[in-house]
C-alpha cells in the first residue's frame, strides 16, 4: 500500500466516523422524541394494568380467552388496559379493554417478524426501540398481569421482577395468570434461586399466581384498598429516576 493509499484510506475512515457520529446524535433526538411523544399520549390512562404474553397464541386458544376475559373485567372495573399492541396475547387484551368502559392501549414495536398491530386499540402508539416501550409499559401501570408467553414475556417480567426487586420501582401487583404454565417457573425459583440464595425468600412474595380473572382484578384492588392508585410523593420521585 502506497503512502498516497494510506491516506485516502484514512480520510475515508475518519468521514465514516464523522458520519457515524452525527447519526449517533440524531438517534438520541429519535428516542427523546419517542419519550415525549408517548408520555404525553398516555398521562390520561391513569389507572391502567400492563398485560404482557405471546404474540403466537392463536384467537382459539384458552389462553386467548383468558385474557380477553380478564382484560374485559378490568376495563369495566375503571382500569385502561396496556398491551404490546401486536397478535396473540396482545390482541386479546386489547379486544377485552375495546368492549368494556376503559380505555384499550397498545404500545406497539417496529420487528422485521412477527409484530403488526391489532385493531382493538383506542390508543396506539408505535416505537423503533424497545427500552422505551418498555419504559412506558413500567412507568404507567397501577399493576402487571402476566399471562403465558415465550422470551418476550420473561424479558418483560423479569425486567419488572427486578425494578421492583431493587426498588427501582414502585411495589404494585404483579400477578402470572394460568398456574399451571407458570407453576413449574415458581418452583424452580423457589427449589434454586432461594435455597442457594440466589434471591431473598420474600422476593418470591412479589409474584401473585392466580389463575381466575375476578380474582385477578380482586387482587389488584386488594392492593390498592389502603392507598391510591398512583404513585405517592415519593414513588412519583423515584419513577423520574427509573
Aim: glycine share 8%; aromatic share 10%; charged share 25%.
Amino acid at each position: 500500500m502506497t503512502e498516497s493509499d494510506k491516506l485516502v484510506m484514512g480520510v475515508e475512515t475518519e468521514a465514516l466516523i464523522k458520519n457515524t457520529s452525527a447519526r449517533e446524535s440524531w438517534r438520541i433526538f429519535g428516542i427523546m422524541s419517542e419519550f415525549v411523544e408517548a408520555t404525553e399520549r398516555l398521562a390520561a390512562i391513569k389507572p391502567a394494568v400492563t398485560i404482557f404474553g405471546s404474540a403466537r397464541v392463536r384467537p382459539d386458544s384458552p389462553y386467548y380467552a383468558l385474557t380477553e376475559k380478564t382484560a374485559r373485567l378490568l376495563s369495566d372495573s375503571g382500569f385502561s388496559v396496556i398491551s404490546g399492541g401486536g397478535p396473540g396475547i396482545m390482541e386479546a387484551a386489547n379486544k377485552g379493554a375495546f368492549f368494556g368502559k376503559s380505555p384499550s392501549v397498545g404500545l406497539n414495536i417496529q420487528l422485521p417478524h412477527e409484530q403488526a398491530s391489532n385493531p382493538y386499540q383506542d390508543i396506539s402508539q408505535t416505537f423503533r426501540h424497545f427500552f422505551a416501550r418498555k419504559y412506558m409499559f413500567v412507568r404507567f401501570a397501577s399493576a402487571y398481569v402476566v399471562m403465558p408467553g415465550g422470551f418476550g414475556t420473561l424479558d418483560e417480567l423479569m425486567e419488572a421482577l427486578t425494578l421492583i426487586q431493587t426498588g427501582k420501582a414502585r411495589k404494585i401487583p404483579l400477578i402470572l395468570v394460568c398456574s399451571e404454565f407458570w407453576g413449574g417457573m415458581i418452583a424452580w425459583f423457589k427449589d434454586k434461586l432461594v435455597s442457594e440464595g440466589m434471591v431473598a425468600a420474600e422476593d418470591i412474595d412479589l409474584i401473585q399466581l392466580i389463575d381466575d380473572p375476578e380474582k385477578v382484578v380482586e387482587a389488584i384492588f386488594k392492593h390498592y384498598e389502603a392507598r391510591p392508585f398512583g404513585p405517592l410523593p415519593n414513588e412519583r420521585e423515584l419513577m423520574l429516576n427509573l
